[in-house]
């Protein structure tokens, strides 16, 4: 067995930050007109885990890696799915029930030796549980098969709910546009108002976490956790293109992977801000207008420095940060990064040479 393939043993604690110019970076469907989520006391957009896991999901299911909970865009019809296509899902949909028909409860000398056989081949085929869990459900007659199954996942990947670093705008601009339509009749114009409601501007930061205990029930291996260094940001680049999604970009990425058992800073993206030389909350149109202050990031990983094994990280390169009194581009982040934890601890990320397929 390669380093890869062996279950993830250490924790990892991620940030993970993107920025949402005049879109609607997670709908409220509970709202009227599907308005984006912002916190009414602070004013700062509020992207779910859920919306998050929905853009990775849909990129690990791109890249050819199995996934257990699909999403299923409008318009699909299902004789238009390629054939290759259907039967992977129809194998993925089926494959715990074969399991079960096939697989004899007593050659087994214990439950968690009879779950192993049944889910083993089902969370290889399964990313997405691997990394976020899921809730299982598995019709059986037999009481013994259904004592020794268990009914969930629990994910060791989870993200906390994403925050813009300021307050936001509704872009009034979008609020209510206008169709024309002209009739073939006699040229006479009407139109009919749209609900369209997007923020002008927001810098999102997520916090994530891997924990490296809850790996094993999922077997989260060393080469999942390394896919999230380049999921992420794919997923933002690649599921961000429809109407109200497109005008989002990743703007820094960074995976702290921890030496220590069950140890871990713990928020780290609150540490972040923005810094003196950005522009008014009001005033925010594109990361143009901003300055990225990672000062107190870098103080905490500098103070915990000898419970890191690696920081992996990678950033856009129009990004400006501030450390401290300095300013600069993506080449402060890496000596600031360095001077904290030790140059040979930073690892910076290359998304697209590292990123594999499944096929590959």
Request: charge should be negative; include cysteine; charged fraction near 35%.
């Amino acid at each position: 067995m390669t380093e890869q393939d062996q279950t993830a043993e250490n924790r990892s604690e991620i940030v993970f930050v993107y920025d949402a110019v005049d879109c609607n970076p997670n709908g409220n469907p509970l709202s009227a007109g599907d308005r984006p989520r912002i916190d009414p006391q602070t004013q700062q957009a509020i992207v779910t885990d859920v919306r998050l896991k929905r853009y990775l999901r849909d990129q690990l299911d791109d890249d050819g890696h199995g996934v257990y909970i699909r999403n299923v865009k409008k318009g699909d019809i299902l004789d238009d799915v390629d054939e290759d296509d259907k039967d992977d899902q129809a194998e993925r949909k089926h494959l715990l029930r074969d399991r079960i028909k096939n697989t004899e409860y007593e050659d087994y000398d214990s439950k968690e030796e009879y779950a192993q056989a049944i889910f083993g081949e089902f969370l290889e085929n399964s990313a997405d549980v691997r990394y976020f869990g899921a809730t299982m459900s598995v019709d059986t007659d037999n009481d013994n098969i259904a004592d020794a199954l268990p009914d969930h996942f629990t994910g060791p990947v989870q993200f906390s709910p994403g925050k813009t670093l300021h307050a936001v705008n509704e872009n009034e601009n979008y609020d209510s546009l206008t169709s024309v339509i002209a009739t073939k009749e006699d040229k006479e114009q009407g139109g009919f108002a749209l609900d369209d409601h997007r923020i002008q501007y927001g810098l999102i930061a997520f916090h994530g976490l891997v924990d490296e205990n809850g790996a094993e029930d999922t077997k989260l291996k060393e080469e999942d956790v390394r896919r999230l260094d380049t999921l992420c940001w794919r997923a933002l680049k690649n599921q961000t293109v429809t109407r109200s999604k497109v005008g989002q970009e990743p703007r820094l990425y960074m995976r702290v992977e921890y030496a220590d058992d069950s140890y871990h800073i713990g928020g780290l993206q609150r540490s972040l801000s923005l810094g003196e030389g950005s522009k008014p909350d009001d005033e925010l149109r594109s990361i143009d207008d901003l300055e990225l202050d990672i000062t107190e990031v870098v103080e905490r990983l500098d103070n915990h420095s000898d419970r890191i094994e690696e920081v992996r990280v990678t950033t856009s390169d129009v990004v400006k940060f501030r450390d401290g009194d300095e300013t600069g581009d993506e080449e402060l982040l890496h000596e600031s990064l360095e001077n904290a934890v030790g140059g040979d601890k930073v690892d910076m990320i290359d998304v697209y040479d590292e990123f594999q397929s499944r096929t590959e």
